[in-house]
């Protein structure tokens, strides 16, 4: 029996756990953030609405992607399980390190800088308050994580069934009371309409961000082969259906011009409604956005480093997956100490969310562009290897998929500052990992999803 540090992921989450991890983990501070900044760069009521449905489609393209390769290789490493079947354990393992030095951990500390911001709203306690909420924010919330899955799952649920209601409550509101919008100066857009229409893109698909995280989950799903395409599938519609109808209440309530020039949308929205008092409870419930959000995105980190140290003769403490908590306690406290290192390098800068933006967005696109170049490879590679769901149109569906990623990079690279050449900087200081890589024969047996339990 294996000990209750070394264990292995067992199937403990179901279709609806999995949903609720990954519609938390992208309804987040983004669509409280992001309508004024995509306001700004369309021309017509029409094209606002019109990007956000273009970006769920492009979201359900990858998510479409994503559940061929999590339902033929389900692993709790996800995509650096996929990266390492198609192109071999050092473009996986540098993928690792880019995951745990600057993707996820950049985002872990963007997220808990917006919850910094919102609680400091609502209780200040001095000058470093938005840095030290987003401190205690990632150590609580690891501590959970560490403790066990149960307990992190069971908060997550409660947590976006929150964030869901509050976003519910805007829209009923918004839909409902919305008549003619307060009449505004028009706000014209400065950039080219191309280059305007391509930054409203990037910032809707940063609000769609996130939905690739439920690769990390195919290791602890039960039936993965049959369930995680259902998973992606119903999380992308869910997601669309919010994000349309949040940004139609927004234009009701606001209209085009107003949500222009609006710096916090959903509390200008319910000011208009229902006063300060109205404002300061949206000010709550982007905090509970926010908490939901960076628990699901530390709850699915961890997962990579698991799967990178079980590959390396460095740290290896860090491949061991904790029985009692059902977690990868030690990956759980290593990301928790490198996201707070993280935070201190935000607090330093002028804007400590758009620095982890930064930081993080070329990096990103750039290994989703790999993943979504994966699945044509692994087809070609193991012809032979069962497919319990096949992306539909293939092989257009993929093309579709490398494209945008491509176009995101090309755009992170062109609208981010100097955090852009930090983050690649510091993926490239990870190569030196790779003369710790293990030998095949070495690597210990991985983790892949359990058989299916019988049907209760």
């Known amino acids: 029996m294996a000990s209750a540090a070394s264990g292995e992921p067992q199937p403990t ?14 309804v987040g501070i983004g669509i409280f953030k992001t309508p004024s900044l995509i306001a700004a760069n369309v021309g017509s009521e029409i094209a606002f609405i019109g ?43 540098l993928f ?20 910094g911001d ?28 560490v403790i066990g899955t149960v307990q992190s799952k069971t908060m997550q649920i409660a947590m976006t069934f929150v964030e869901i209601g ?18 505004a100066a028009a706000a014209a857009t400065t950039a080219a309409p191309e280059a305007a229409l391509g930054l409203a893109t990037v910032f809707v698909l940063l609000t ?25 599938a119903i999380g992308t519609a869910v997601l669309v259906a919010l994000y349309v109808l949040a940004n139609l209440a927004f234009l009701a309530i606001l209209g085009l011009d107003n949500l222009r020039s609006s710096q916090a949308v959903a509390a200008d929205m319910m000011r208009l409604v229902a006063g300060e008092t109205g404002a300061k409870i949206v ?50 406290i290593l990301q928790g100490l490198v996201a ?19 930081y993080s967005a070329p990096v990103f696109w750039a290994f989703l562009l790999l993943v979504g170049a994966a699945l044509p490879i692994l087809r070609w590679r193991e012809p032979g290897r069962e497919l319990p769901f096949r992306v539909p149109l293939y092989p257009v569906t993929p093309i579709l998929f490398c494209l945008g990623c491509l176009y995101m990079l090309h755009a992170s690279l062109a609208y981010t500052g100097r955090g852009a050449l930090v983050g690649l900087a510091v993926v490239l200081a990870g190569l030196p990992l790779l003369l710790f890589r293990r030998r095949p024969e070495a690597v210990p047996q991985p983790a892949p999803a359990a058989a299916p339990a019988a049907a209760e």
């Open 96 to 115: 690792g390190w880019a995951r745990g030095a600057v993707i996820q951990t950049g985002a872990i500390a963007a997220v808990a800088f917006v919850l």
């Open 208 to 232: 769609y961000g996130g939905w690739n995280e439920a690769a990390y989950l195919s290791g602890e799903l039960k039936d993965p082969a049959r369930n995680m395409a259902r998973v992606l």
């Open 13 to 26: 989450l179901s279709v609806f756990d999995a949903v609720t991890i990954m519609v938390g983990i992208v």
């Open 118 to 145: 919102y609680a400091a709203q609502v209780l200040p306690i001095g000058p470093y308050s938005t840095a030290i909420y987003a401190a205690v924010s990632i150590v609580a919330l690891t501590a959970l994580n």
């Open 51 to 93: 990007v956000w449905v273009a970006g769920g489609i492009a979201t359900l393209i990858g998510a479409l992607c994503y559940a061929e390769l999590a339902a033929a290789h389900p692993h709790a490493g996800g995509e650096y399980h996929f990266l390492s079947r198609a192109y071999g354990r050092p473009v996986a393992m």
């Open 283 to 332: 000010s709550l419930a982007i905090v509970a956005a926010a908490l939901s959000t960076l628990n699901a995105t530390i709850f699915t980190g961890a997962r990579v480093y698991y799967a990178m140290a079980r590959d390396m003769t460095l740290l290896p403490r860090v491949g061991d997956w904790d029985q009692r908590g059902r977690a990868p306690a030690n990956g759980l």
């Open 166 to 183: 509050a976003l519910g409550a805007i829209i009923v509101i918004g839909l409902v009371w919305g008549g003619a919008p307060q009449p």
């Open 340 to 358: 707070l290192l993280l935070v201190v390098f935000g607090a330093a800068s002028r804007d400590g969310f758009q620095s982890m933006v930064d």
